[in-house]
C-alpha cells in the first residue's frame, strides 16, 4: 500500500500527548507531514517546553507509524514555539514577556517560594525563557534562594536590568534593600511599588515570567490580579486543613477576577525518612486532590519534605540546579511540563500577533 499524508495524519490522531491528554491532531502539533514513495518525514510543533521528553515522543511516534503502515524510512523532529496567551479584560501583555503566572498561596509556610524558584528553573531547563519577580515585598526570599545579591543595573537611567541567577532573569526588592532593612510600608505604598518594579524591568523576551506572591489575598494580590496582565495562576499549599483553608480562598480569589488557575502544587506531600526509608504523610494525605475535585481543578503535582530541598535554596543553588537528575527535580518538571501544557490550552492573545500583510498594486 502506498504511504499517503491522509494516512499518517490519521495514525497521529490516535497517539496520545501525555501533557495535554489531547491527540497529536487535535492538539495542533503537527505543524508539516512529507511523503517520499515509502519515505516520511514529521515536524512537531509544541505550545510548551518538554525538552526532556522530545526523544520519547520520538520513539512513540515513530513505532507506532511502523508498525501500522509500510514506511521504509521515517525522520521526526519535535520544536517548540510558545506563544502569548489570552489575559484579564482590557489588558496588554507586558512589553518581553509572553506570559505572566502568578504562583500563590493563602498562608505563609507551605514552601511557596522555594517551589516558585524551582519551578522557574524547571520550565527553563525544558526549554523556556524565564524569568521570576519576588513581589513578597515585607520578606523577600528570592536573591537568597537564587544566590545573588547587589543592586541590579540601568543602561538608560529609566529600566533596570534584571539579574541573571541560573539562566533565570531575576528582580526583587531584596536587591535595593540591606539583609536587615525592613520595608515599613502601607498598602498603598506596597502595590505601587509592586508595579514598579514589574514596569521598569527590561525583562527580555521572556516566554514566561513567574510571580512569587507573598501569601494571602490582600492588596498586592489583588493590584495582580485586576492591574498586571497575568495570563494564569498556580496555588501552592501542603495537606494539612488549615492550609488548604486559605488556599482556598486564593483560588476563588482568583477566580472572581477572571485569572484561570492552572491547578494545585502540594508541596510536603511526604517526609521519606532518610535512615530507613519510611514515607510518612506528616501534615495529612490527599489534601491537594480532595480541593482539586472539589473546585474543578487539577492537582498538577506533589512534592516532598525533604532537608536537601531546604539546604539547597538556602545555598543559593535550588534543587533542580543542584541536582538535576534526582527523583525531586523530575518532580518539578513533571509539574512544570504539566502546568504549561494546560496553559497552552488557554485562548491565545492576538493583539500580540503577526499584522496582517497587505499587497496593492500602485
Sequence with gaps: MSLTEAAI????????????????????????????????????????PAKSTHAGLIDRISDHLKRALDIHALSIAVTTRIPAHKVQKDLTPLPGVRNIIAIASGKGG???????????????AEGATVGILDADIHGPSIPMMLGISGKPDSLDGKTVEPKMAHGLQTMSIGLFLDEDTPTIWRGPMTTQYLQQLLTTTHWQDLDYLLIDLPPGTGDIQLT??????????????????IALLDARKALKMFEKVEVPVL????????????????????????????????????????????????????????????????????????????????????????????????????
Design 263 to 362: 491547578g494545585i502544587i502540594e508541596n510536603m506531600a511526604t517526609h521519606i525518612c532518610s535512615h530507613c526509608g519510611h514515607a510518612d504523610a506528616i501534615f495529612g494525605a490527599g489534601g491537594g486532590a480532595r480541593m482539586a475535585e472539589q473546585y474543578a481543578s487539577e492537582l498538577l503535582g506533589q512534592l516532598p519534605l525533604q532537608r536537601s530541598i531546604r539546604e539547597q535554596a538556602d545555598s543559593g543553588v535550588p534543587t533542580v540546579v543542584a541536582a538535576p537528575d534526582s527523583a525531586t527535580a523530575e518532580a518539578y518538571k513533571a509539574i512544570a511540563r504539566r502546568a504549561a501544557a494546560k496553559l497552552s490550552l488557554q485562548a491565545r492573545n492576538k493583539s500580540i500577533a503577526f499584522p496582517n500583510i497587505v499587497i496593492q498594486n500602485t
Design 224 to 241: 495582580l490580579a485586576q492591574r498586571i496582565p497575568v495570563s494564569a495562576a498556580i496555588i501552592v499549599t501542603t495537606p494539612q486543613d
Design 9 to 48: 495524519r490519521a495514525e497521529l490522531a490516535l497517539i496520545i500527548d501525555p501533557n495535554t491528554e489531547r491527540d497529536l491532531i487535535a492538539g495542533h502539533a503537527v505543524r508539516a507531514v512529507g511523503v517520499d514513495g515509502q519515505n516520511a518525514a514529521l515536524e512537531l510543533q509544541l505550545a510548551y
Design 110 to 124: 507551605v514552601g511557596k517560594s522555594t517551589t516558585a524558584v524551582n519551578l522557574a528553573l524547571a520550565l527553563m
